[in-house]
């Protein structure tokens, strides 16, 4: 069954600093990945996704992730952290053999010092 | 566009109310699901439409039922809530096994 965990519930960063949010996944067919953006009380929003073109991934806000085979691994970073990035951040694998069903992970909280 | 809009943005029900959210999209996903999100937790899938015909329920119970009139809409009728069902309730849609789009979600309070 596919899985993913993200390493770190809670992430805080000063402005301007590297935002790194770490995602593994596990599925036994090849993956399809997605992380998502939740600002306070609102819906999920799709940052980026992999579904088995270029390895790293560019997506919205200026977030990119790379999708490494070898390390099961599906990293989120962005070069220089901005206020607005404040918000929870989730990891999600889907692959046919669940129906393309999206399993998340626990999900990582960024909070970023002024 | 990638919009999936939901209505009411708010509600509060009595346990003994009965009460509809409903889900729109114009986007031609022919897959629609149902999300329930309590806080600081990820989503939990609850139903999924596929081609208008309910495909997967995840053990939810009777008091949640879902209805998808047509290919663009969805609800989910609530009746005899608990308390502890007080959560964001999130509608997506999805070309079937590509990515799922979310709405800004509902947030239902059960008094």
């Known amino acids: 069954a596919q899985s993913v965990t993200q390493l770190g519930s809670h992430v805080s960063v000063s402005e301007g600093a590297l935002v790194l949010l770490r995602c593994n996944y596990s599925?036994?067919?090849?993956?399809?990945l997605f992380w998502y953006v939740q600002y306070p009380n609102q819906g999920l929003q799709l940052l980026l996704k992999?579904?088995?073109?270029?390895?790293l991934v560019k997506g919205i806000n200026g977030f990119e992730a790379e999708f490494k085979k070898s390390e099961t691994s599906f990293h989120l970073t962005k070069p220089s952290a901005h206020m607005s990035d404040a918000a929870e951040y989730f990891c999600?694998?889907?692959?046919?053999?669940?129906?393309?069903?999206?399993?998340f992970g626990a999900g990582t909280t960024v909070t970023v010092r002024a | 566009d990638t919009e999936v809009t939901q209505t009411p943005k708010h509600l509060v029900m009595g346990m003994t109310n009965k009460k509809s959210l409903k889900c729109e999209q114009h986007?031609?996903?022919?897959?629609m699901y149902w999300y329930k999100q309590k806080a600081k937790k990820p989503p939990e899938l609850m139903f999924v439409?596929?081609?208008?015909?309910?495909?997967i329920n995840e053990s939810v119970p009777s008091r949640f039922s879902p209805e998808c009139p047509n290919s663009s809409l969805l609800n989910l009728h609530l009746h005899a809530l608990q308390p502890e069902d007080s959560a964001l309730y999130l509608c997506?849609?999805?070309?079937?096994?590509?990515?799922?789009?979310f709405g800004e979600g509902s947030w239902l309070t059960v008094v």
């Open positions: 997506a849609s999805s070309q079937e096994g590509n990515t799922i789009y």
């Open positions: 599925s036994s067919v090849p993956p399809y």
């Open positions: 992999y579904t088995s073109a270029a390895t």
């Open positions: 999600a694998v889907s692959d046919l053999r669940n129906d393309y069903k999206l399993s």
């Open positions: 986007m031609g996903h022919r897959a």
């Open positions: 439409y596929s081609y208008e015909k309910l495909s």
